[in-house]
T-cell receptor, first 112, second 116 residues
């Protein structure tokens, strides 16, 4: 069965520091991968998605993610974190039933 | 912009009550979804619908039912609420009829339900 693992439940970074959130997936075919962000009290907002082509995907709010097939990973990065980036981040993959499977989420805290 | 709205942000209900959670989308999307969000578990699919009066079970349908009488509205029903249904419930919608690989799902703000 398909699965998505986000190994880090909580991450704290200082404002202005770089950020990398990890995502590993288990899926036999070419994956369709997503990163969503959930700000406090809000629904999920799409940050970026990967279907095919260039393995480095640019998203909104200065985020990017890199698809690495050999490592079954789709890590999210940002060069300089802002206090407003504090939120929970979810990685997701379309599964064999063509439904989204979500990881457990990573909660990001930003220190001033 | 796609807008998905949910009728309540917070709800408090008692064990055994019948609970209705309403979701409305304004983008004429065929597909609508109900998820449950719990800490450490991410989002889990309860039910989805790809057309009016159509419904399909997701990963955790037990204890829930759904109704889709109009294209824009998808309701989640807890026939007899239990404490283990205390959770955040998120509604989503997407374009296209039936499961569509790669289609972006758009989410509502969520309803936080507490069952006492």
């Amino acid at each position: 069965a398909q699965s998505v693992t986000q190994p880090d439940i909580h991450i704290t970074v200082s404002e202005g520091a770089s950020l990398e959130l990890r995502c590993n997936y288990s899926y036999g075919a070419t994956p369709y991968l997503f990163w969503y962000v959930q700000s406090p009290g809000q629904g999920l907002q799409l940050l970026l998605k990967y279907f095919s082509g260039d393995t480095l995907v640019q998203g909104i709010k200065g985020f990017e993610a890199e698809f690495k097939r050999s490592q079954s990973s789709f890590n999210l990065r940002k060069p300089s974190v802002h206090w407003s980036d504090a939120a929970e981040y979810f990685c997701a993959v379309y599964n064999a039933g063509n439904m989204l499977t979500f990881g457990g989420g990573t909660r990001l805290m930003v220190k001033p | 912009d796609v807008k998905v709205t949910q009728s309540s942000r917070y709800l408090v209900k008692r064990t055994g009550e019948k609970v209705f959670l309403e979701c409305v989308q304004d983008m004429d999307h065929e597909n609508m979804f109900w998820y449950r969000q719990d800490p450490g578990l991410g989002l889990r699919l309860i039910y989805f619908s790809y057309d009016v009066k159509m419904k399909e079970k997701g990963d955790i349908p037990e204890g829930y039912s759904v109704s889709r009488e109009k294209k824009e509205r998808f309701s989640l029903i807890l026939e007899s609420a239990s404490t283990n249904q205390t959770s955040m419930y998120l509604c989503a919608s997407s374009w296209g009829r039936g499961p569509n690989v790669g289609e972006t799902q758009y989410f509502g703000p969520g309803t936080r339900l507490l069952v006492l």
